[in-house]
């Protein structure tokens, strides 16, 4: 699976390029003046000797994505962009995103996004994990009107839409809404999966962005073991009522690798679900979503 040239069989469904696995702010410092070619150049060589040839970004404001999908082609891959992610202003976002005040303001940059070219569209609408507890977000999440406009605007100019997304009612809303993929979903219960089976919504977990950290020393173990085994019990309960999944790592995230977090995030899917013969098609119907987010 590792050789040269020998295709992976699954596509890098969430990944950041501009960032480096180790040190947010230092990722920064390379791309602040402009996206690093050298750099970006390294990552996608890293896809490229472990066969993979698809790869889907989160996003970034800094031009490195689309740089990406310029590049790409040159190591065998197809290269999927929003260019930056879109947030409310007061949210959580900036990482990765470019603010809106306003619906009125949201849907100038869906435009943006066409002049630019971008793929799809990706929303924020709410916090991350607070990794100092096994059950808060950081943030407030958004409001259930705010996410129906911002998925009906850019499904009105051609967008299917990645949803960065946690926490239970707030994954019920953006499935519900008409997101198209729910991006991490951590914390969830069933009665969120639930809505996510019946909206034909894609869900891309992400789940080694705590798998990896556990005993890296960074935060306490024993949380982040507490939040793997409920994940562990999520992703069962979502095969079990037919939710799509997809693998996705966010390559560029702390402790996990361009290409390698791919591989590390079938390897915890399949210690989810030990010799489980039907996981390799669940998946690869779960990849063949992931490919078709080009704007229309």
């Known amino acids: 699976m590792t050789a040269m040239n020998k295709r992976f069989p699954f596509g890098e469904g969430h990944a950041h390029i501009f960032m480096n696995g180790a040190d947010y702010h230092r990722a920064v410092e390379t791309h602040k003046n402009g996206p690093d070619e050298r750099v970006i150049r390294l990552h996608l060589q890293e896809y490229q000797k472990r066969g993979i040839s ?19 082609p040159e190591y065998g891959i197809t ?48 916090g991350i994990m607070d990794f100092q507890t096994d059950h808060t977000l950081t943030g407030r999440a958004l409001r259930e009107k705010e996410v129906f406009e911002m998925v009906h605007i850019a499904h009105e100019e051609g967008f299917l839409v990645m949803s960065h997304t946690n926490g239970a009612r707030a994954c019920e809303i953006a499935a519900a809404c008409g997101a198209d993929s729910l991006e991490h979903g951590n914390f969830q219960d069933e009665q969120s999966l639930r809505v996510l089976a019946e909206c034909g919504t894609l869900w891309v ?12 020393g960074r935060y306490p173990d024993r949380i982040l073991e ?30 996990v690798g361009h290409g390698s977090g791919l591989l590390d995030e079938f390897r915890a899917f399949q210690e989810v679900f030990p010799e489980d013969k039907t996981l390799i098609s ?15």
Not at 56 to 71: E, I, N, T, V
Not at 282 to 296: D, I
Request: include cysteine; proline fraction near 2%.
């Open 79 to 126: 290269y999927l962009t929003p260019g930056a992610a879109l947030f409310k202003k007061g949210h959580y976002g900036r990482v990765v995103g470019e603010a809106f005040e306003d619906m009125k303001e949201f849907a100038a940059l869906v435009k943006e996004r066409k002049r630019q070219g971008a793929d799809f569209i990706k929303i924020m609408t709410t």
């Open 282 to 296: 669940e998946l690869e119907r779960g990849q063949r979503k992931l490919e078709c987010f080009v704007r229309q």
């Open 205 to 216: 977990p992400t789940v080694v962005t705590v798998k990896n950290l556990i005993g890296c």
């Open 226 to 255: 507490r939040i793997w085994e409920r994940t562990g019990k999520m992703l069962k309960a979502a095969r079990a009522l037919g939710v799509s999944l997809a693998l996705g790592s966010d390559a560029g995230a702390c402790m």
């Open 54 to 72: 698809f790869v889907r970004d989160g996003g970034d404001h800094f031009g490195a994505s689309f740089l990406a999908r310029k590049l790409a």
